[in-house]
């Protein structure tokens, strides 16, 4: 995906890989922050929605779920619990930190350049 958006935003430049100019001046010429980081802003928005929602929350109920059967081969597909952890240790955050909300969204909020 990264490598997809790098492509694009040299292509709107009209400068192409073997011009050997990095990505951090392309991304500064254009002030734009990368995608996968406004995805993590988005899912991390996500998980401060769902965290305060009510107990008897159908979303809440459903995140407790447990299905029976096998997963297929391979390696496995992350859950959204687990990539929502990877992404709070990232970020140095807890899920108690959730119930400040300006706080919580100074925090997660993608800086652009």
């Known amino acids: ?3 997809a958006e790098m492509r694009m935003l040299k292509w709107m430049c009209g400068h192409t890989k073997l011009d050997r100019i990095s990505n951090h001046a392309f991304r500064e010429r254009l002030r734009v922050s990368s995608i996968s980081d406004k995805i993590r802003d988005g899912r991390l928005r996500w998980f401060e929605h769902v965290k305060r929602r009510q107990t008897t929350s159908p979303v809440i109920s459903v995140e407790n779920i447990t299905i029976e059967g ?4 391979g390696r496995p597909k992350l859950t959204w619990d ?6 709070l240790l990232d970020m140095h955050l807890s899920k108690d930190m959730v119930d400040d909300t300006n706080y919580w969204r100074r925090r997660i909020k993608v800086k652009e350049f």
């Open 70 to 73: 096998k997963r297929g081969r």
């Open 1 to 3: 995906m990264d490598v």
């Open 82 to 87: 687990e990539r929502i952890i990877n992404d």
